[in-house]
């Protein structure tokens, strides 16, 4: 089976450039995250899907980011504009919730330059 | 907030020794999953742990939850170089599946 899928896997852009990442989960998985990591301040949750609907954005940095999951099977995290600061590795996750805590299956990231 | 600290940020071993890594939580755990990061990778799920005082063995790992539930250790025996990497704990929080990452261990291991 495929694992989480994320693209691009790395991303190069200029500062006030728009940047679309993109994920699609584990096939029957109904819960999905988006996180961000850098050196500085670790692995972040920035946002997560329950059944497509957003439980919880309080990570999200500013009103520069924003997340979508149209359907079951894709997300997209958008910042809008880029700035140096967004330089990161941005994971996208998911797994299949049952009520307790289950693992999280990791995409491969997409490591974002904004220059 | 809610927080989890991990100790040490970084341990550097020769081939060989042991390594262990402590995770402290500044809340009551309901349990406490770990994950493993190769450098260049992605976080890669260990295992969860869920009893008081719960202990629990991958080969040369052994995993420990306290008994109070605010605290977990990973340790390793006879470190290899492919054991090189981030080892976090995560915390689950309420609601849906969120974790809370700890802040992370990366381990070098020289052959």
């Known amino acids: 089976d495929a694992g989480v899928i994320q693209s691009p896997r790395h991303e190069v852009t200029e500062m006030g450039q728009e940047v679309t990442l993109r994920c699609k989960p584990i096939?029957?998985?109904?819960?999905l995250f988006w996180y961000r990591q850098t050196m500085m301040r670790g692995l972040e949750l920035l946002i997560y899907?329950?059944?497509?609907?957003?439980?919880?954005d309080s990570g999200m940095p500013e009103d520069r980011f924003s997340a979508k999951m149209p359907n079951a099977s894709f997300s997209t995290l958008k910042i809008q504009p880029s700035e140096p600061r967004d330089s990161a590795v941005y994971f996208c996750?998911?797994?299949?919730?049952?009520?307790?805590?289950?693992?999280?299956?990791f995409g491969p990231g997409t490591r974002l330059t904004v220059l | 907030g809610q927080q989890v600290m991990q100790i040490p940020q970084y341990q550097h071993v020769q081939e060989g020794e042991d390594f262990t890594t402590y995770c402290n939580s500044s809340?009551?755990?309901?349990?406490i999953q770990w994950y493993k990061q190769r450098p260049g990778g992605h976080p890669v799920f260990l295992i969860q742990?869920?009893?008081?005082?719960e202990v629990k063995k991958q080969k040369r790992l052994t995993f420990q939850f306290g008994e109070a539930k605010k605290n977990s250790s990973l340790h390793i025996t006879a470190t290899q170089t492919t054991d090189v990497g981030t080892y976090f704990c995560?915390?689950?929080?309420?609601?849906?599946?969120?974790?809370?990452f700890g802040t992370g261990t990366r381990l070098l291991v020289s052959p």
């Open positions: 996750a998911s797994s299949h919730s049952r009520g307790s805590t289950d693992t999280q299956y």
């Open positions: 096939s029957g998985h109904n819960s």
């Open positions: 899907f329950n059944n497509n609907v957003p439980i919880d």
């Open positions: 809340t009551t755990l309901s349990n």
């Open positions: 742990l869920v009893k008081s005082g």
């Open positions: 995560a915390d689950p929080n309420t609601g849906f599946q969120k974790l809370v």
